[in-house]
Structure formats: C-alpha cells, structure tokens
C-alpha cells in the first residue's frame, strides 16, 4: 500500500526524535542516519492504517535496527585502527535532541557516548530511552520485548557504570570560551607548567584518526603527559601543515555540549577536540580527526557565522 501524504508527514514529524535517539544508540551520525532511513523503508511496507500508536511503531523499528548495528558494530570496532570515539555534534546541531533536563544534556555529553562504549546494546538502548526521552519502563519493554522489571534492573545498571565516570560540570558557551583561551595560551606558550596547572592530575587525551590520520592509539595518562603532548601538539611545524593541507584556524564552540576545538582549513573541519570539565580542572581530551566522523561538522560549520579564530595553529 502506497503512503498518502499525511503518512509521509507523521514519519517526517517523528525524524527529528528518531536522529537523536539513533545518535546516542550509535554514536555516529552518518548510521543514524541510515538507522532512520531503514525505518522509514518499514513504514513505507507497513500496513500503517493497523498501526494504533505510530510513534510507538517506530521507536520500536529503529530501536532493533540500532541494536542489530550495535552487534555488528563491536566486530568492526575490533578491527578499527586505533581508538574508536564517537562522531561529534556542533553546538545547534538537532541530532543533540531534548536538552530541557540536565539528564539529558547528560547523556549526550562526549564524556558520556564514550561510556556507553562499554555497555552491552540493550543496557545502552534501556539508558538512552529512560534517560534522555524519559520513555517509561513499561514502554520500554514492549519496545525490547523484555519485562518492566527487567528494563529497570538493566537501567540501574547501566545508569551505575555510567555514574562511575567522571563527574561532568556543565559549561555555558561564554565559559567554554574563556577555557578554551586559557588552554590555548597555555598550549602554545611553549612551556608544560602552564597546561600542568589547568589539568586534573589523572586527565587523559586520546585521539581517533580510523587509520586515515595519524593519532596516538594509546592514551597520553597523567597531567605531565597530557601537557607534555598538548605542547608539542601546538608547536608550528612544516610537517603538521603539510598534512592538514594548509594551517588551521581554530575556534572555540561547543560540541556535544562540552567546550570544544574546532579546527578548520579552507571550510573544513579537520578536527574536533572535546574537553572534559569537572570542578577540578580539564580531566580529558577527545581528539575526533578521523575525516569520515567529520563531514557532518563541516556541514554544520559551513551553514554558521563563527567570527574570527582565537589562532592559527601549526
């Protein structure tokens, strides 16, 4: 049966919620993406006229095509080429979803994706649905075909990992700003004392360059090795140019609602590196510079006004 119009429009209506559930399920634009197309391939199939509750329905089939990729996605990750980290989103970017909660601008935090990494698919499914679209247990498990109890004993569990990271401060944007600029100036004033003094003593920087870029597969531990890196990663050098085609201008943003680097050559993002706050300091570095986790930045920096960059790096 062919969708009439009025179909096309309640899944349209739904693609939005649809994005940033996939996201935080994924943590990949680009499958989210695709996740939400297949769904909607479902719904065109589907006898949608018998379908009582739509938003029901489809939360449901984008839900198990997520955990479906989750499955196979931990077989690719075993092969990938260095560290997997989650494909960051710039501040604005819908795909971010609700942020009315401090749980759900939470659970979307960089920090937090990172996370989720360790949990098996249906505790990461049961936390993403209970705690950033405040679906009920009830619901949940009529969407994983599990039990009320079950969808509870796995949240509590999931949210208890979760919990055992770092604790996040929230930054506004003008903050994000001015930690950026002290990082900055620390970063390029040639000296590790600096960058020592702004870093909590077992922060941690790690880089995903997918095999394409080179990025340290192991992370740097410890605030003289994170600074000692830091330094040298700022300091100018013909080779560094070379291989970001050009010298990078660099801004201080928001990405995922963590204070963030954006360097761009030429309209290109070429990197995305999200800092970790907590109130005793910058307790990570996530270094997203793979190209393929990029193409959405650049889209999105490429619709927005930015002013002029805080440096040219390199």
Known sequence: MALTMNDVDRFEAARPRLEAI????????GEAEDAVQDTFLRWQAADVDRIEVPEAWLTKVLTNLCLNQLTSARARRETYVGQWLPEPLLAGDPMLGPADTAEQRESVSYAVLALLERLSPNERAVYVLREAFDYQHREI???LDITEASSQQIFHRAK???AAGKARTEIDEAAARRIIGEFLAAATSGRTEPLVRLLTQD??????GGGKVPARAKAFEGAVAVATFMRGLFKP???????????PEVY?????GDPAIVAVVDGRVIG???????ADGIAAFRNQVNPDKLERATRRWAAGEHG???LHAF
């Open 22 to 29: 996939a996201y935080r399920l994924l943590g990949s634009a």
């Open 272 to 278: 995305v590196m999200c800092l970790e706050i907590t």
């Open 141 to 143: 498990a009529r969407i």
């Open 252 to 256: 201080a943003t928001t990405a995922n």
């Open 203 to 208: 922060a941690t920087a790690v880089g995903d």
């Open 237 to 247: 050098a013909q080779a560094k140019r070379a291989l970001a085609g050009g010298s």
């Open 160 to 162: 208890k990992h979760v």
């Open 308 to 310: 002029e960059p805080l």
